[in-house]
């Protein structure tokens, strides 16, 4: 049987003032993250609500990265 690699969904809030400014430089750089991860640009990871976590969660991600 061919065993199946695990593509986990990731949802990342990335503060922006600093973690999406340097998501953005390593894309003008050219460096690569994998396609299953998506990003949310949120003004301050401190103002992430616990209940945007647990709707991702609820509707399919794998996993959340929460970057400040």
């Given at each position: 049987?061919?065993?199946?690699e695990f593509n986990?969904?990731i949802?990342g809030f990335?503060?922006?003032?600093?973690?999406?400014?340097?998501?953005?430089?390593?894309g003008?750089?050219?460096f690569?993250?994998p396609?299953?991860?998506?990003?949310?640009?949120?003004?301050?990871?401190?103002?992430?609500d616990p209940?945007?976590v647990?709707?991702?969660?609820?509707?399919?991600?794998?996993?959340?990265?929460?970057?400040?």
């Amino acid at each position: 049987m061919a065993e199946q690699e695990f593509n986990p969904s990731i949802l990342g809030f990335l503060c922006n003032w600093c973690c999406y400014a340097a998501a953005d430089a390593a894309g003008v750089s050219r460096f690569q993250y994998p396609p299953s991860m998506r990003t949310l640009r949120v003004m301050c990871t401190g103002r992430i609500d616990p209940a945007f976590v647990l709707r991702a969660l609820a509707e399919g991600a794998d996993g959340i990265f929460t970057g400040g």
